[in-house]
Protein backbone atom coordinates (compact mmCIF):
# COMPACT_ATOMS: atom_id res chain seq x y z
CA UNK A 1 0.00 0.00 0.00
CA UNK A 2 1.24 3.35 -1.07
CA UNK A 3 0.43 6.34 0.14
CA UNK A 4 1.59 9.62 -1.40
CA UNK A 5 2.66 12.80 0.28
CA UNK A 6 4.51 14.99 -1.97
CA UNK A 7 4.81 15.74 -5.88
CA UNK A 8 2.98 13.80 -8.50
CA UNK A 9 3.96 10.47 -9.14
CA UNK A 10 2.50 7.81 -12.01
CA UNK A 11 2.20 4.16 -10.82
CA UNK A 12 2.13 1.45 -13.13
CA UNK A 13 0.80 -1.54 -12.51
CA UNK A 14 1.27 -3.97 -15.08
CA UNK A 15 0.02 -1.78 -18.54
CA UNK A 16 -2.22 0.73 -16.85
CA UNK A 17 -1.00 3.68 -15.44
CA UNK A 18 -2.74 5.86 -12.73
CA UNK A 19 -1.51 9.58 -11.77
CA UNK A 20 -1.98 9.94 -8.58
CA UNK A 21 -1.12 13.37 -6.09
CA UNK A 22 -0.74 14.27 -2.61
CA UNK A 23 -3.52 12.60 -0.13
CA UNK A 24 -4.32 9.53 -2.84
CA UNK A 25 -3.34 5.43 -1.80
CA UNK A 26 -2.97 2.45 -3.44
CA UNK A 27 -2.89 -1.18 -3.18
CA UNK A 28 -1.30 -2.83 -4.95
CA UNK A 29 -1.65 -6.96 -4.82
CA UNK A 30 1.31 -9.24 -4.18
CA UNK A 31 1.79 -10.59 -7.96
CA UNK A 32 0.95 -7.39 -9.66
CA UNK A 33 3.98 -5.98 -11.84
CA UNK A 34 4.78 -2.07 -11.03
CA UNK A 35 6.40 0.71 -10.64
CA UNK A 36 5.96 4.42 -8.95
CA UNK A 37 8.12 7.26 -10.66
CA UNK A 38 7.57 10.69 -9.43
CA UNK A 39 6.50 12.80 -11.99
CA UNK A 40 8.93 15.59 -11.75
CA UNK A 41 12.70 13.86 -11.11
CA UNK A 42 14.03 14.66 -8.02
CA UNK A 43 10.64 15.86 -6.20
CA UNK A 44 8.03 13.89 -4.13
CA UNK A 45 7.54 12.03 -0.72
CA UNK A 46 5.74 8.72 -0.56
CA UNK A 47 5.15 5.88 1.84
CA UNK A 48 5.49 2.25 0.90
CA UNK A 49 3.97 -0.29 3.18
CA UNK A 50 4.62 -3.59 2.69
CA UNK A 51 3.92 -6.36 5.06
CA UNK A 52 3.53 -10.66 4.59
CA UNK A 53 -0.23 -11.61 3.71
CA UNK A 54 0.33 -13.86 7.10
CA UNK A 55 1.50 -11.30 9.55
CA UNK A 56 -2.20 -10.43 10.02
CA UNK A 57 -3.29 -13.85 10.71
CA UNK A 58 -0.02 -15.51 12.05
CA UNK A 59 -0.97 -18.87 10.37
CA UNK A 60 -1.60 -19.94 6.70
CA UNK A 61 -4.25 -22.60 7.55
CA UNK A 62 -6.46 -20.24 9.74
CA UNK A 63 -9.54 -19.40 9.01
CA UNK A 64 -8.70 -15.62 9.35
CA UNK A 65 -5.97 -16.12 6.47
CA UNK A 66 -8.25 -18.27 3.92
CA UNK A 67 -11.71 -16.27 4.27
CA UNK A 68 -10.20 -12.77 4.62
CA UNK A 69 -6.68 -12.71 2.94
CA UNK A 70 -5.86 -15.30 1.09
CA UNK A 71 -9.66 -14.26 -0.81
CA UNK A 72 -7.39 -11.21 -2.17
CA UNK A 73 -4.03 -12.16 -2.53
CA UNK A 74 -4.93 -15.07 -4.50
CA UNK A 75 -7.68 -13.32 -6.73
CA UNK A 76 -7.33 -11.60 -9.80
CA UNK A 77 -7.35 -8.27 -7.90
CA UNK A 78 -4.01 -6.10 -9.46
CA UNK A 79 -4.73 -2.94 -7.28
CA UNK A 80 -7.12 -0.55 -5.85
CA UNK A 81 -7.06 3.08 -5.98
CA UNK A 82 -8.19 5.49 -3.42
CA UNK A 83 -8.54 9.23 -4.77
CA UNK A 84 -8.99 11.64 -2.11
CA UNK A 85 -12.47 12.11 -3.00
CA UNK A 86 -13.27 8.45 -2.06
CA UNK A 87 -14.83 8.72 1.22
CA UNK A 88 -12.72 5.52 2.59
CA UNK A 89 -9.52 7.19 1.62
CA UNK A 90 -10.11 9.50 4.86
CA UNK A 91 -9.69 6.24 7.39
CA UNK A 92 -7.05 4.84 5.51
CA UNK A 93 -4.95 7.68 5.38
CA UNK A 94 -5.80 8.32 8.85
CA UNK A 95 -4.32 4.51 9.61
CA UNK A 96 -1.41 4.71 7.66
CA UNK A 97 -0.35 8.23 9.57
CA UNK A 98 -0.82 6.42 12.52
CA UNK A 99 1.87 3.46 11.59
CA UNK A 100 4.47 6.34 10.29
CA UNK A 101 4.24 8.07 13.92
CA UNK A 102 4.33 4.95 15.80
CA UNK A 103 7.19 4.42 13.97
CA UNK A 104 8.92 7.30 14.50
CA UNK A 105 7.74 7.66 18.01
CA UNK A 106 8.37 4.18 19.12
CA UNK A 107 5.44 3.85 21.04
CA UNK A 108 5.53 1.21 24.03
CA UNK A 109 4.34 -2.02 22.49
CA UNK A 110 4.91 -0.33 18.99
CA UNK A 111 4.47 -3.98 17.36
CA UNK A 112 0.64 -4.46 18.52
CA UNK A 113 -0.13 -1.02 17.61
CA UNK A 114 0.98 -1.31 14.49
CA UNK A 115 -0.99 -4.73 14.21
CA UNK A 116 -3.93 -2.93 14.88
CA UNK A 117 -3.98 -0.57 12.59
CA UNK A 118 -2.63 -2.86 9.65
CA UNK A 119 -5.82 -4.93 10.58
CA UNK A 120 -8.22 -1.74 10.55
CA UNK A 121 -6.58 -1.07 7.04
CA UNK A 122 -7.09 -4.91 5.95
CA UNK A 123 -11.10 -4.80 6.95
CA UNK A 124 -11.12 -1.58 4.60
CA UNK A 125 -9.95 -3.65 2.05
CA UNK A 126 -12.28 -6.26 2.35
CA UNK A 127 -15.25 -4.41 3.01
CA UNK A 128 -14.22 -2.74 -0.24
Known amino acids: MTLISEGDFTCQVGNEKI??????????????????????????????FIWKPDMLSGNTSCDLYRNCIETITQSPLK????????????????????????????????????????SKIWLKLCEY
Do not use: C
Open 19 to 48: TMKPGEIIFINNHALHQITPNKKGYGKLYS
Open 79 to 118: YVFWSKDNPMNQQLQSSLLRIINIMIEKFSFYELRIYNQL
